[in-house]
């Protein structure tokens, strides 16, 4: 069974503090991996990783993908009390049309 | 573009009444996901559909739950009997390629 595991489950850090979120991964045909932040309301996304290695940054914000480990990270640097949010990740791993599995997700909350 | 719209943002009902979940996607998007988003089970995939035929509909948990898009523009998610354990927000998400856009969700609390 495809499932993706998110950790750690929820976080309390200080403004200024470096995080580093994890997802790691077991599905039958990766494709792709994506972050979403969600605040109040719903998801927004933030990152699509599809190969290994290759950082992608996003201001503060930056992910990559280690596809022979099956995993993903998500640091933010100098976090800000407006990070705080659910953090979730997402794969796909059909051949056909997108369907993504999502992660439980990690609650970051940042202390000013 | 106003993005993915759902209505109502907030339904309470009672056990056994029927529920209808409302979604309008982005236009142009040939993607279409219904989730359901709980504490326990966090974001789970309901059903999605891509030009407006069911996909893969795994997800839905029980013959309780139906789902349709007659139109490019416009889906339900039925519920019917709903249950207490039916309470969740729910996600309408549309997309065109890769990215998912998400609606704003609909509360459902079921006494």
């Known amino acids: 069974e495809d499932k993706v595991v998110q950790s750690p489950l929820s976080l309390v850090v200080h403004e200024g503090d470096t995080v580093t979120l994890n997802c790691s991964y077991e599905v039958t045909n990766f494709r792709s991996l994506l972050w979403y932040k969600q605040e109040k309301k719903a998801p927004t996304f933030l990152f699509m990783l599809?190969?290994?290695?290759i950082e992608k940054k996003s201001g503060r914000l930056s992910s990559i993908l280690d596809k022979k480990e099956l995993f993903s990270i998500l640091n933010i640097t100098a976090t800000q009390t407006g990070d705080s949010a659910i953090y979730l990740c997402a794969v796909d791993s059909t051949s056909g049309t997108y369907k993504y599995i999502f992660g439980t997700g990690t609650r970051l909350k940042v202390l000013a | 573009d106003a993005g993915v719209i759902q209505s109502p943002r907030h339904e309470v009902t009672e056990m056994g009444q029927e529920v209808t979940l409302r979604c309008k996607p982005i236009s142009g998007h040939n993607s279409l996901f219904w989730y359901r988003q709980t504490m326990m089970r966090g974001l789970e995939l309901l059903i999605y559909?891509?030009?407006?035929?069911?996909?893969?509909d795994s997800g839905m948990p029980e013959d309780r739950f139906s789902a349709k898009m007659p139109n490019a523009s416009f889906s339900t998610l039925k519920i019917q009997p709903s249950e207490p354990r039916d309470s969740a927000v729910y996600f309408c998400a549309s997309s065109y390629l890769v990215e998912q856009y998400f609606g704003p969700g609909t509360r459902l609390t079921v006494t």
């Open positions: 559909f891509n030009n407006n035929v069911p996909i893969d």
């Open positions: 599809t190969s290994s290695g």
